[in-house]
């Protein structure tokens, strides 16, 4: 298997919640997908040289946009449907043939 066929982007809301909560959500889904032995891709890092003073929300998604097209997974945080960002990643990666998780589904236990 190549590199890309275990790339996972992470997607979830990340504006309007506190930073604090958004490095622990995303940082915590990056440890789960590496213990399953996926390479997660964290947007947090995909961006981490922007200033948030000086680039807009636009340039922020096309930046993880890039990103998410080098990925074979998309991995849904449970909130993602509350962010806009997190639904056009969502919709892209069903446009394109990306493979979908969500958080929920993946963390259950049967």
């Known amino acids: 298997m190549d590199k890309k066929n275990k790339k996972v982007y992470i997607s ?3 504006t309007g919640l506190d930073y ?7 940082n915590n889904a990056q440890i789960v997908l590496e213990c399953a032995g996926l390479q997660p891709v964290n ?3 995909v961006c981490e040289g922007m ?8 340039e922020f998604m096309m ?5 998410l097209f ?14 806009k960002g997190a639904r056009v990643e969502y919709a892209i990666a069903q446009a394109m043939g990306i493979k979908v998780m969500f958080e929920d589904e993946f963390l259950s236990v049967e």
Request: neutral net charge; glycine residues 4%.
């Open 51 to 58: 200033d948030v003073e000086k680039h807009s929300w636009t």
């Open 12 to 14: 979830g809301k990340i």
């Open 43 to 45: 947007p947090l890092r």
């Open 70 to 83: 080098e990925c074979r997974f998309i991995y849904m945080l449970s909130n993602w449907g509350s962010s």
């Open 20 to 26: 604090e909560e958004v490095e622990r959500r995303f």
């Open 63 to 67: 930046a993880d946009i890039k990103a």
